[in-house]
């Protein structure tokens, strides 16, 4: 099984226009990275790399994406470019930074881009974000747009919830995805929607679609990389698990700790000019 890229004989960075151009091609493969290590890792694998706002639950304890900040998503973002080569890397937007005005949504997406030299941006397109996406798309700004479930919307919402199964909810995120792809976005996110939606929204707009929790109905599809490696004790019921990394890292620490206890670690080989016993 090759993990590569099959669209990649050459080493260039994919852009923006390579991603749109998927649309209802091959997969695109997408995944979530806060780190270079990681980002490193998911490279060879994979078309983009979203340094989500996930980070702020994922990596720091948060309940939810809502405390995130720019400087959060900057330094992120900052480490994932240095441990990336191929795959688009786009940033999210937090929650906050773009729905004050679009001059301000602007100045911070400018921010973000030369601040961490990666290739675009991510807003949640709620309903009167259309506007801002279509101001910063004609100043040069690219942006993917996220529909469906909006994790940021979590404190007016009250849950995270999956949307589309009343008929007047799926109208609206249909209405909110169109109004992105005709502000300009190169791409959708569209998470956590009955399969029906998936599919008629991805019908529609003439952007791929990357769907988390939306079937598998989309151009694309994304998990958060720790959802899918088993970081977590607890995963949705869209997220396949591909690894137990947190069984395996808790049998990794448990020996560890054995070892240091029982003063088999360090050994001779662990040990510089270690001196002749018996
Ligand atoms: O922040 C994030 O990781 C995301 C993905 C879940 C799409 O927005």
Known sequence: MSAQRPDHADDRRLTVRDIRRRKGGEPLVC????????AEILDPACDLILVGDSVGMVLHGLPNTVGVTLEMMILHGQAVMRGSRRALVVVDMPFGSYEGSQEEAFANAVRLLKETGAHA??????PTVAGTIAYLTRRGVPVMGHVGLRPQAVLADGAFRARGKRPEEAACVLAEARAAAAAGVFALVVEGVAEGLAREITAEVEVP?????ASSGCDGQILVTDDMLGMFAWTPKFVRRYADLRGEIAEAVAGYAADVRARRFPGEAETYFAVAKG
């Open 121 to 126: 941006v991510k807003v949640e397109s709620g």
């Open 209 to 213: 679609t990357i769907g988390i929790g």
């Open 31 to 38: 995944l979530t990275a806060y780190t270079a290590p990681m």
